[in-house]
């Protein structure tokens, strides 16, 4: 279940304020959504894409490397979808901490 | 390794954090910043033998940042860290010489990304023997003509790994100098003069005709 994710120990500390960044990056999507700036959205997909799955969060890579793609086309639609799917990720994932192999 | 520095170069803070984990037991020190222009300031008062950075960075790309860097500081050994999505850019940076390496986006725990990092400090160091090797030669040639004048039965060994440079060499020495340890061991007797890291030169003493 992609809702369900293990993380390392050592990342427990920094998982908040990850949540607290992908928080304002979808308020910030919303936002260039609204004004139409595809590079501003393409940017954040960007971001995304690079930070998820290093923290465990891969769904966040994949999100972020579809909104990137789908700026790129200038897919609005499919963006406000992407957006709607992290939100509802981020609201929903359930972490587990493990130790690190 | 463990004297060499490595400077990575992203905005995103949550990436440098990652960076600084992935990499925390490599045998060489990190630094770090967030911005072209903070990568700038650390260059100019830090001995960087390789930059990472990162391509899409508000004001300064990571494109724009190795261009500098390419033509200020050459010896500076440059990897981007990119996404698929730019190889187009990629290509063209290779192509243009600017970059060394890239490794991809996502960050992971990646040895190949591990082992690109340790290639380009390996380089790096390549780098900074050559250039030792250029400035030497010039003393080099001149220490020869010196001998050559005297009539001295002379050798000259270089490291190794600097082989290219015995091309160069044989052009501006005597014909016949030895120039291999196997060529040097008909010598005999001889003395050795050091005349840096990388270049001894032999020289078989006169009284040794005697």
Redesign the interface.
């Known amino acids: 279940m992609k809702y369900d994710i293990e993380v390392d120990q050592?990342?427990k500390e920094?998982i908040p304020?990850?949540k607290e960044?992908r928080q304002k990056d979808i308020e910030a999507l919303k936002l260039a959504l609204a004004e139409k700036d595809q590079e501003k959205i393409q940017?954040i997909g960007?971001?995304l894409?690079?930070?998820?799955?290093?923290?465990g969060f891969v769904e966040v890579?994949n999100i972020g490397?579809v909104i990137?793609?789908k700026a790129?086309e200038n897919a609005m639609g499919d963006i406000k979808l992407l957006i709607t799917q992290l939100e509802d990720y981020m609201t929903h994932v359930k972490i587990t901490y493990v130790e690190e192999d | 390794m463990i004297n060499s520095t490595v400077l990575f170069v992203d905005d995103q803070e949550e990436i440098r954090f990652l960076i600084k984990r992935m990499l925390k037991n490599e045998p060489y020190a990190m630094l770090f910043a967030s911005s072209g222009k903070e990568a700038l300031e650390i260059i100019g008062k830090t001995n960087v033998d390789v930059i990472v950075t990162d391509v899409l960075m508000p004001n300064m790309s990571g494109l724009e940042l190795l261009d500098i860097i390419k033509k200020s500081n050459p010896n500076i050994v440059r990897i981007i860290l990119s996404g698929f999505s730019q190889i187009p850019t990629l290509l063209s940076a290779i192509n243009h010489g600017k970059i060394f390496r890239y490794i991809t986006k996502p960050w992971q725990v990646d040895e190949e990304a591990k082992e690109v990092i340790r290639d380009a400090i390996e380089y790096s160091k390549l780098l900074k023997v050559n250039q030792d090797v250029n400035k030497d030669l010039i003393s080099l040639k001149e220490f020869c003509e010196f001998l050559h004048k005297r009539g001295e039965i002379f050798g000259v060994m270089v490291d190794e790994d600097v082989t290219y440079v015995h091309e160069e060499l044989k052009a501006e020495m005597p014909e016949d100098t030895p120039i291999s340890l196997e060529q040097l061991s008909g010598l005999g007797d001889v003395d050795v003069v050091i005349l840096s890291d990388h270049i001894k030169v032999y020289i078989r003493p006169k009284s040794a005709d005697s």
């Open positions: 050592d990342l920094f304020i990850f960044n940017f960007h971001s894409k690079g930070v998820g799955s290093g923290y890579t490397q990137e793609a790129k």
